[in-house]
């Protein structure tokens, strides 16, 4: 029992992985091929100078009218440079998703002010912070948060962040979607739930948070598999599900 929600995820093909390697398919799993990932990242060449940057602070710069304009105009056009350069080494994913998936923040607040819509808008299955919390961007993830980034996205398999976020281990980013929003009871389409990967992952401090956030302790995916099933013999994560009344007689459908 204690491998059945390993199975499951290894057999919902990562969707983000998959397109890393050129197939844009669903996100469907937690767990991406590394290396795959690292011969296919291409390095985004930036320049970490001022002119990088967004220079819309004229006034505590003392800028005159015209100086801003021209500064403006040079921000504008350096945005689109680097843009072009995002679509240069596109990834299969559109531009605001490689944006997040390298933590481009100046890139991210330009698109979105470009287009609203870009902040929560789907492709291939994935939202924009679908793509920050998978590749555990938490400052590119707090930008869309600010921005009012929608945490309860699902995937079609029924994922959302909070499940890569948990998945990686993440306990910080897991407390940033929480407290904008993100329900601890998350289900995918077959019941997968965070608490259920925490667990089965043994990632105790996360396991932790989550009961006291809410998250149902006695939660079983369609198998019936449930948290005790899977915290192995991790005594620690078997006392706190314990301790917050999870049913020791639970039963997967096998029985």
Same mark, same amino acid.
């Given at each position: 029992e204690n491998?059945?929600?390993?199975?499951?995820?290894?057999?919902?093909?990562?969707?983000?992985?998959?397109?890393?390697?050129?197939?844009?398919?669903?996100?469907?799993?937690f767990t991406p091929t590394k290396a795959a990932e690292t011969s296919k990242e291409t390095e985004i060449k930036t320049d970490a100078s001022e002119?990088?940057?967004?220079?819309?602070? #004229?006034?505590?710069?003392?800028?005159?009218?015209?100086?801003?304009?021209e500064l403006l105009s040079a921000t504008e056009l350096k945005m689109q440079e &680097?843009? /072009?350069?995002?679509?240069?080494?596109?990834?299969k994913y559109n531009v605001m998703q490689l #944006?997040?998936?390298?933590? /481009?923040?100046?890139?991210?607040r330009y698109l979105v002010e470009k287009n609203p819509m870009a902040l929560n808008e789907l492709s291939s299955g994935l939202s924009p912070l679908h793509v920050c919390c998978f590749y555990d961007q938490v400052?590119?993830?707090?930008?869309?948060?600010?921005?009012? #980034?929608?945490t309860k996205q699902k995937t079609a398999q029924g994922f959302t962040a909070m499940h890569s976020t948990v998945k990686n281990g993440n306990l910080g980013l897991s407390k940033?979607? &929480?407290?904008?929003?993100?329900?601890a009871n998350q289900n995918s389409n077959i019941g997968i739930m965070p608490l259920l990967? #925490?667990?089965?992952?043994?990632?105790?401090? &996360?396991?932790?948070?989550?009961?006291k956030a809410g998250a149902d302790v006695n939660a079983q995916q369609s198998n019936g598999t449930c948290g005790?099933?899977?915290?192995?013999?991790?005594?620690? &994560?078997?006392?706190m599900l314990v301790k917050a009344n999870a049913d020791i007689e639970c039963k997967t459908l096998a029985g």
């Open positions: 491998e059945s929600i390993e199975q499951c995820m290894k057999l919902e093909t990562s969707e983000l992985s998959q397109m890393d390697e050129g197939k844009p398919t669903e996100l469907e799993s002119d990088n940057k967004l220079g819309t602070d #004229a006034l505590s710069q003392g800028l005159t009218v015209s100086e801003t304009v &680097i843009v /072009k350069e995002l679509e240069a080494n596109n990834e #944006a997040c998936k390298h933590g /481009k923040l100046d890139v991210m400052e590119a993830s707090k930008l869309l948060l600010e921005m009012g #980034a929608d940033v979607l &929480i407290n904008h929003g993100s329900p990967i #925490a667990c089965s992952k043994q990632h105790t401090d &996360i396991v932790e948070y989550l009961l005790l099933h899977l915290c192995g013999n991790n005594v620690r &994560i078997c006392d």
